[in-house]
C-alpha cells in the first residue's frame, strides 16, 4: 500500500503511464497500465488484492512504460529510470557489437530509454559498476531505482538534475523523487543522495554503494514550476521558495492594480508572495474545475492541451469586471494558453490584465529533462519574438538574456503585445536563484541562458 499510495502522489510528474513491482519472494508482481484518461488509483486499485510482498517500486511516466522486469546474469531485478537520454541510440548502437542484445520497439518505432539502461546495467559484473557505468555512458540525466530480491538500490542522477530522498518509518525505508509522499504514510526525512550518489536499501538500513560527487546542476524549474508544493530538496521547500520568488518579483514593481492572483495551480505561491510582499489583496478571480479536471499535467496533443487549459479554468465575472488584475504564473513557454486566458479576461470586462512570470524568459529548450522541455526551441514565445525583431535566428541570443539590453527589453515587449497583455514582467535570474537559495553554482540554467 505504501508503494501505491507512495507513487499516486507522484501523479503530477505524468500522464502516459503508471506502474508498480513488488517482490512476492519467489517473483514480481508487475502492473503497467495507461493512465492517459484516468488517474493512477483507479487504474490500480482492483488489483491490489492480488499484491503480495514487502519490497516494492513505482512510477508514473509521461514517456515509457515502466518498472520494466528483467532477468539477467545479474539475476531478476525491476527496474524505474527518471531522466532524458540523448545519446540512447548511440548508446544502443554500441551494444549491438555484442550478438545477443537486442531492444524491444515500442508502436513508435523508438526504444524504451529503461530497457536501454538495464543492458548498460547488464553488461557489468555487478549492480554496482552498471549503475556506474550508466551514470558514465548517459548524456542529458538518469536517476534511477532498482528493485532485487536483496533490497533497492537508488542512483541519483551524476549531475543531481532530479532528487531522490530516502525516507524512513520503523520498519521501512523509502526512497522518493517527492519527499512529499512522507508524511501521509508515516514516513519522515532520512537522508538526500548527493549527485551521482548510489545507496542500497535493505531491511537492515542504508548501504553506501558509491559517495556522492563533487559538482551538482539541479533543475530550477522543480521549485519554480513542477516540483509539488509540500516538497523540500536541497533543504528548499518549494512553496517557501515561490512566496520568496513572488515577495521579490513585488519589490522590484511599481504597477498599480486592484488584485494579484495566481495562474492555478503553480503560479498560486508566486502569487501569494507577491501579494504578501505589494499588500494588494490576493483573489481568485479564476478558479479550475477539479471534479473532472483535476490533472496537473496535460495530454501530449498539443491541441488538446488547449482544449483542457481553457475548459477546467473558470472565471469569476464579479471579480474580474472593471478590475485592474495582476497574474503571477510559473513561466511563459508558448503563451498559446495564458493569451487565451487573458482573452476570456477581457471579455468577462476586466480593465487591464497584466502578467508576472516567475522565471526569466525561455530562450532555449532543455536538454537535460523531459519534464521542462519544450516541443521546439522555436515554439517558445521568446524564440519567436525574437525572430520576429531580427528577421531570422541571431548569431548570439546574449543580449535577450540580459535585462540591462535593449533587445531584450524589445522581446518583453514584442511578447507583451503578441499575447495582449497590458503589462509584462519577467523575474530577473538573480532574483530567482536566490529566492532557491541553495548556491547559484549547483543549479542549472540552461533554459533561460544557454549556459550549463
Given amino acids: 500500500m505504501d508503494v501505491y499510495f507512495g507513487t499516486d502522489y507522484h501523479s503530477h510528474l505524468g500522464t502516459s503511464r503508471g506502474g508498480m513491482a513488488v517482490w ?3 517473483g514480481f508482481n508487475s502492473l503497467i497500465h495507461n493512465i492517459e484518461n484516468t488517474q493512477f488509483r483507479a487504474k490500480f486499485e482492483s488489483e491490489l488484492p492480488k499484491i503480495r510482498g514487502n519490497m516494492g517500486i513505482g512510477c508514473i511516466s509521461d514517456t515509457e512504460p515502466q518498472p520494466l522486469t ?25 551494444t549491438f557489437t555484442s550478438r545477443n542484445i537486442h531492444f524491444l ?5 523508438t526504444i524504451n530509454p529503461t530497457e536501454l539502461v538495464s543492458v548498460i546495467i547488464d553488461q557489468e559484473s555487478s549492480f554496482k559498476d552498471g549503475l556506474l557505468k550508466a551514470q558514465e555512458l548517459i548524456e542529458g540525466s538518469c ?5 532485487t530480491p536483496q533490497g533497492i538500490y537508488a542512483s541519483r542522477d551524476r549531475l543531481g538534475r532530479t532528487p531522490l530522498i530516502v525516507g524512513k518509518k520503523e520498519g521501512s ?17 532520512e537522508y538526500e543522495l548527493g549527485p551521482g550518489e548510489i545507496i542500497h536499501l535493505t531491511p537492515d538500513g542504508i548501504e553506501k554503494i558509491a559517495p556522492p560527487r563533487d559538482k551538482m546542476k539541479i533543475c530550477a524549474f522543480l521549485w519554480v514550476y513542477y516540483g509539488y508544493p509540500s516538497s523540500t530538496y536541497e533543504g528548499m521547500n518549494v512553496e517557501v521558495m515561490r512566496y520568496r520568488n513572488g515577495a521579490a518579483m513585488a519589490k522590484n514593481d511599481n504597477v498599480e492594480i486592484d488584485m494579484v492572483a495566481g495562474i492555478p495551480d503553480s503560479g498560486t505561491g508566486h502569487a501569494i508572495g507577491y501579494s504578501n510582499q505589494s499588500k494588494v489583496p490576493y ?5 479550475k474545475y477539479t471534479p473532472t479536471w ?35 504564473d510559473d513561466s511563459i513557454v508558448r503563451g498559446t494558453q495564458l493569451r487565451e486566458t487573458v482573452d476570456l479576461l477581457y471579455k468577462c470586462n476586466a480593465s487591464e490584465v497584466h502578467i508576472r512570470s516567475a522565471c526569466p524568459p525561455l530562450v532555449f529548450g532543455c536538454k537535460y529533462l523531459n519534464f521542462s522541455t519544450s516541443r521546439s526551441e522555436m515554439d517558445l514565445a521568446a524564440r519567436q519574438a525574437i525572430i520576429e525583431l531580427e528577421g531570422k535566428e541571431p ?11 535593449e533587445k531584450y527589453n524589445c522581446m518583453v515587449n514584442c511578447i507583451s503585445k503578441r499575447l495582449n497583455f497590458s503589462g509584462l514582467k519577467y523575474q530577473n535570474l538573480h532574483d530567482m536563484l536566490d529566492a532557491i537559495g541553495i548556491g547559484k553554482d549547483k543549479i542549472c540554467t540552461y533554459c533561460w541562458n544557454g549556459k550549463e
Avoid at 536517476?143 to 528493485?147: G, V
Avoid at 541570443?397 to 539590453?405: G, S
Fill in 24 to 26: 512476492s519472494g519467489n
Fill in 70 to 94: 528483467v532477468r539477467s546474469r545479474l539475476g531478476q531485478y525491476a527496474i524505474s529510470t527518471v531522466g532524458k537520454i540523448n545519446n540512447l541510440y548511440e548508446i544502443a548502437d554500441k
Fill in 105 to 109: 520497439e515500442t508502436s513508435k518505432g
Fill in 143 to 147: 536517476s534511477i531505482l532498482l528493485l
Fill in 173 to 189: 525505508y523509502c526512497v522518493s523523487f517527492e519527499s512529499c509522499t512522507f508524511t501521509n504514510l508515516g514516513y519522515s526525512f
Fill in 283 to 287: 483573489g481568485r478571480p479564476f478558479i
Fill in 294 to 328: 483535476a490533472r496537473s499535467f496535460m495530454p501530449q496533443d498539443q491541441g488538446i492541451r488547449n482544449l483542457v487549459a481553457k475548459m477546467k479554468l473558470m472565471p469569476v465575472p464579479e471579480l474580474v469586471a472593471d478590475k485592474r488584475l495582476l497574474f503571477c
Fill in 395 to 405: 548569431e548570439s541570443f546574449d543580449e535577450y538574456c540580459d535585462p540591462t539590453k
